[in-house]
């Protein structure tokens, strides 16, 4: 505001003059904005740093069984800390895999025209729309007892093989929901993309997979950065699809709803709800830096 | 790898004789896109042949297959069947562009964003696998070349327009290409920086005889830069020629009028071996017969009255600095363009006086 206002001092011209007296325009616009900031600040208070300094506040208080802090309790009992560490790896392994096969896609989507394109494109963020119940759901009909996998490894073996009810299935399950958003991203990225620089380094004599080192991944690697941290995060808090899998599947959001619902043991559930919002906004809060693009957090 | 190991020996050749360039029957159609009309034909099947060592200039208005003349050529672009594309005894048509040994000049400039200057004109070197001093060393030479002393580290976003398209110029020089192709490589700079640009190119595609074949819009840029000129019409070659050639005996209409400004003056009849035009008549021994002859601004000179062959009334006056353009009605369809000496002075509505040198007209032959 202020070099708006010291302009408008020096150059009438840039705020109203009225007998040739100027009215800064800044000042104005200023105490105007005052005015419509007061409810939203209201609204960010009651609705969102109050709870929340609640929450911090309430993840320091005592664990029901042991009575150590809950903060400390996360970082040092064995049970929460591998149901952190088992989020942590499980979110990794998701948006790197999701990054690099959607990658590949988007990246020959974006550059090929075929018949049936935009049937495909829409048939690809179709899983978009699905809640995590409904994706939990499909990841039983492809890996669960009685699913498509389980069918065929009977006929085949005699056996019954599934890996729904367990990491697996969810990594498959968070997989499903990740890559059609990648693929979108980075077909988004590789069109906005100017193609005479893959046509200047082919021209150089790069080959197909130069080209990609050298000039497309540098080139997408903003769209890529931002949209791997998006699928980090969407996994972390994801809760739809572990809980329609089985509450045995050892994740923080699941710790944090039986801690909640079963023991009522309200400081772990703050601590480990605290630790998991932390972890997701540090991951898209280095996303922007390096992307520097906007990042938007995930559902 | 094979074709690796080939390629680096190429990159490593003495600076060789240059190579002549042909297109045969290269002519390009893109089907019709969908839910829109039929096929469109960019460019008709054509021949040309650039001699070892010339600059070509593909001159045209836009839309008239100047770019895709150019990127069959580089292999970005495949011909319809039956087109062919010679590097000099080398058919590269099947050959993809990596393969071509060509350097490319982009409008963009298409410089690669992560790098900085040095790393960008050393990209191809870097591919073709030479040894970390041979690519210090023709960086080094580049540089100098292009005159980018002192900005090798820069990343490339902080240079100006001018010093971006030196850089790419540098970079695909670097490689020694068999044939540099330019595609209106001055099209985004401002004019003062276009024309300093545009004589050092020229200095340079002559110093470095290099085939060449170099895109543009602008006669003027054409007129300098070209050994020849091919000036396209919707997806053919209107004319072939030297400069020279193509502005003073235009093959068309087209072409006398799409390369400078050009009087059309129509002949109504002949009288004692003089022809009538608008506002007077001309003297000359040839050109009975004709029905329309033609003649340059520049060929028009002012007389007095009395001996003026042609007279007419100054209907506007342009003011360009080393001349000016006067519009003089002469009673004919359009008025006829004079360049005149900057100095003298005119009014609209002042009569002038006007003669033509038998020299400075000439016919074209698809003129009606
Ligand atoms: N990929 C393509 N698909 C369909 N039509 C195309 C394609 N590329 C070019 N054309 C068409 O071919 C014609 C010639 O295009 P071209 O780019 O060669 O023109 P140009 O002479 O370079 O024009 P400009 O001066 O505007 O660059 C144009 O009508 C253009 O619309
Ligand atoms: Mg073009």
């Given at each position: 505001?202020?070099?708006?206002?010291?302009?408008?001092?020096?150059?009438?011209?840039?705020?109203?003059?009225?007998?040739?007296?100027?009215?800064?325009?800044?000042?104005?616009?200023?105490?105007?904005?005052?005015?419509?900031?007061?409810?939203?600040?209201?609204?960010?208070?009651?609705?969102?740093l109050?709870?929340?300094?609640?929450?911090?506040?309430?993840?320091?208080g005592?664990?029901?069984?042991?009575?150590?802090?809950?903060?400390?309790?996360?970082?040092?009992?064995?049970?929460?800390?591998s149901?952190?560490?088992?989020?942590?790896?499980?979110?990794?392994?998701?948006?790197?895999?999701?990054?690099?096969?959607?990658?590949?896609?988007?990246?020959?989507?974006?550059?090929?025209?075929?018949?049936?394109?935009?049937?495909?494109?829409?048939?690809?963020?179709?899983?978009?729309?699905?809640?995590?119940?409904?994706?939990?759901?499909?990841?039983?009909?492809l890996?669960g007892?009685?699913?498509?996998?389980?069918q065929?490894?009977?006929?085949?073996?005699?056996?019954?093989?599934t890996?729904?009810?367990?990491?697996?299935?969810?990594?498959?399950?968070?997989?499903?929901?990740?890559?059609?958003?990648?693929?979108?991203?980075?077909?988004?990225?590789?069109?906005?993309?100017?193609?005479?620089?893959?046509?200047?380094?082919?021209?150089?004599?790069?080959?197909?997979?130069?080209?990609?080192?050298?000039?497309i991944?540098?080139?997408?690697?903003?769209?890529?950065?931002?949209?791997?941290?998006?699928?980090?995060?969407?996994?972390?808090g994801?809760?739809?699809?572990?809980?329609?899998?089985?509450?045995?599947?050892?994740?923080?959001?699941?710790?944090?709803?039986?801690?909640?619902?079963?023991?009522?043991?309200?400081?772990?559930?703050?601590?480990?709800?605290?630790?998991?919002?932390?972890?997701t906004?540090?991951?898209?809060f280095?996303?922007?830096?390096?992307?520097?693009?906007?990042?938007?957090?995930?559902? | 790898?094979?074709?690796?190991?080939?390629?680096?020996?190429?990159?490593?050749?003495?600076?060789?004789?240059?190579?002549?360039?042909?297109?045969?029957?290269?002519?390009?159609?893109?089907?019709?896109?969908?839910?829109?009309?039929?096929?469109?034909?960019a460019?008709?099947?054509?021949?040309?042949?650039?001699?070892?060592?010339?600059?070509?200039?593909?001159?045209?208005?836009?839309?008239?297959?100047?770019?895709?003349?150019?990127r069959?050529?580089?292999?970005?672009?495949?011909?319809?069947?039956?087109?062919?594309?010679?590097?000099?005894?080398?058919?590269?048509?099947?050959l993809?562009?990596?393969?071509?040994?060509?350097g490319?000049?982009?409008?963009?400039?298409?410089?690669?964003?992560?790098?900085?200057?040095?790393?960008?004109?050393?990209?191809?070197?870097?591919?073709?696998?030479?040894?970390?001093?041979?690519?210090?060393?023709?960086?080094?030479?580049?540089?100098?070349?292009?005159?980018?002393?002192?900005?090798?580290?820069?990343?490339?976003?902080?240079?100006?327009?001018?010093?971006?398209?030196?850089?790419?110029?540098?970079?695909?020089?670097?490689?020694?290409?068999?044939?540099?192709?330019?595609?209106?490589?001055?099209?985004?700079?401002?004019?003062?920086?276009?024309?300093?640009?545009?004589?050092?190119?020229?200095?340079?595609?002559?110093?470095?005889?290099?085939?060449?074949?170099?895109?543009?819009?602008?006669?003027?840029?054409?007129?300098?830069?070209?050994?020849?000129?091919?000036?396209?019409?919707?997806?053919?070659?209107?004319?072939?020629?030297?400069?020279?050639?193509?502005?003073?005996?235009?093959?068309?209409?087209?072409?006398?009028?799409?390369?400078?400004?050009?009087?059309?003056?129509?002949?109504?009849?002949?009288?004692?071996?003089?022809?009538?035009?608008?506002?007077?008549?001309?003297?000359?021994?040839?050109?009975?017969?004709?029905?329309?002859?033609?003649?340059r601004?520049?060929?028009?000179?002012?007389?007095?009255?009395?001996?003026?062959?042609?007279t007419?009334?100054?209907?506007?006056?342009?003011?360009?600095?080393?001349?000016?353009?006067?519009?003089?009605?002469?009673?004919?369809?359009?008025?006829?363009?004079?360049?005149?000496?900057?100095?003298?002075?005119?009014?609209?509505?002042?009569?002038?006086?006007?003669?033509?040198?038998e020299?400075?007209?000439?016919?074209?032959?698809?003129?009606?």
């Amino acid at each position: 505001m202020s070099p708006d206002r010291r302009e408008s001092r020096r150059q009438p011209r840039s705020g109203a003059v009225f007998e040739g007296r100027s009215v800064p325009k800044g000042r104005r616009r200023l105490r105007g904005w005052s005015w419509m900031l007061a409810p939203a600040l209201g609204f960010f208070l009651a609705f969102w740093l109050l709870p929340f300094v609640r929450l911090i506040v309430m993840g320091a208080g005592p664990d029901n069984n042991t009575g150590i802090a809950g903060y400390w309790m996360v970082l040092t009992h064995e049970q929460y800390l591998s149901s952190l560490m088992s989020t942590l790896l499980l979110s990794i392994a998701v948006s790197v895999s999701a990054v690099l096969i959607a990658g590949f896609c988007g990246y020959f989507l974006a550059r090929h025209q075929f018949p049936g394109k935009s049937w495909l494109l829409s048939m690809l963020t179709f899983p978009l729309a699905f809640p995590g119940v409904v994706v939990g759901f499909l990841v039983i009909m492809l890996g669960g007892r009685q699913g498509a996998l389980a069918q065929l490894s009977l006929w085949a073996t005699g056996e019954r093989w599934t890996f729904a009810y367990s990491l697996t299935g969810l990594f498959v399950g968070y997989l499903y929901f990740s890559i059609p958003r990648v693929i979108m991203t980075v077909m988004a990225a590789c069109e906005k993309m100017d193609t005479s620089l893959e046509e200047a380094a082919r021209s150089l004599g790069a080959n197909t997979r130069q080209v990609v080192v050298d000039v497309i991944i540098p080139a997408i690697r903003p769209a890529l950065i931002s949209t791997g941290a998006i699928c980090f995060a969407t996994s972390m808090g994801a809760f739809g699809t572990v809980f329609t899998l089985g509450t045995r599947i050892n994740v923080v959001p699941i710790a944090i709803y039986g801690e909640f619902t079963n023991y009522a043991n309200f400081a772990m559930a703050a601590a480990l709800s605290v630790i998991l919002g932390l972890v997701t906004w540090i991951s898209l809060f280095f996303a922007r830096r390096l992307s520097g693009e906007y990042v938007g957090g995930g559902a | 790898m094979a074709t690796n190991i080939v390629r680096n020996e190429n990159s490593n050749r003495p600076a060789t004789a240059p190579i002549s360039l042909r297109l045969r029957h290269c002519g390009r159609t893109f089907p019709g896109t969908r839910g829109s009309h039929a096929p469109h034909v960019a460019l008709q099947p054509l021949d040309l042949d650039v001699e070892p060592g010339e600059t070509l200039v593909l001159l045209g208005p836009s839309g008239c297959g100047k770019t895709t003349t150019l990127r069959i050529i580089s292999g970005l672009e495949q011909p319809d069947i039956g087109g062919q594309v010679w590097f000099g005894e080398e058919d590269v048509t099947q050959l993809p562009i990596e393969k071509r040994d060509v350097g490319m000049v982009f409008q963009n400039y298409a410089l690669f964003p992560n790098m900085n200057v040095e790393a960008n004109i050393a990209y191809g070197l870097r591919i073709r696998g030479l040894s970390p001093d041979d690519i210090r060393r023709r960086v080094g030479e580049m540089v100098d070349m292009v005159h980018l002393n002192g900005l090798e580290r820069r990343p490339v976003h902080e240079l100006s327009g001018g010093q971006k398209q030196r850089v790419a110029l540098a970079r695909a020089l670097a490689v020694r290409p068999r044939v540099l192709l330019f595609d209106e490589p001055l099209a985004a700079l401002d004019a003062k920086l276009r024309d300093r640009l545009r004589v050092d190119i020229g200095q340079l595609l002559r110093s470095l005889g290099i085939t060449s074949v170099y895109v543009t819009h602008d006669q003027a840029e054409a007129m300098a830069l070209g050994d020849r000129i091919a000036v396209m019409e919707n997806g053919r070659i209107a004319q072939l020629g030297t400069p020279r050639e193509i502005y003073h005996h235009p093959g068309s209409a087209f072409v006398a009028d799409f390369i400078g400004s050009v009087n059309r003056l129509e002949i109504k009849g002949a009288e004692e071996g003089q022809l009538m035009v608008a506002g007077g008549r001309l003297s000359v021994a040839r050109y009975h017969g004709a029905s329309v002859l033609y003649c340059r601004p520049e060929d028009i000179e002012v007389c007095p009255v009395t001996q003026a062959a042609i007279t007419g009334r100054v209907l506007q006056t342009f003011f360009l600095g080393q001349s000016q353009r006067l519009f003089v009605d002469t009673g004919a369809e359009t008025p006829l363009q004079v360049e005149s000496p900057s100095r003298e002075q005119w009014l609209p509505g002042q009569t002038i006086g006007l003669s033509i040198a038998e020299e400075a007209l000439f016919s074209i032959a698809d003129a009606q």
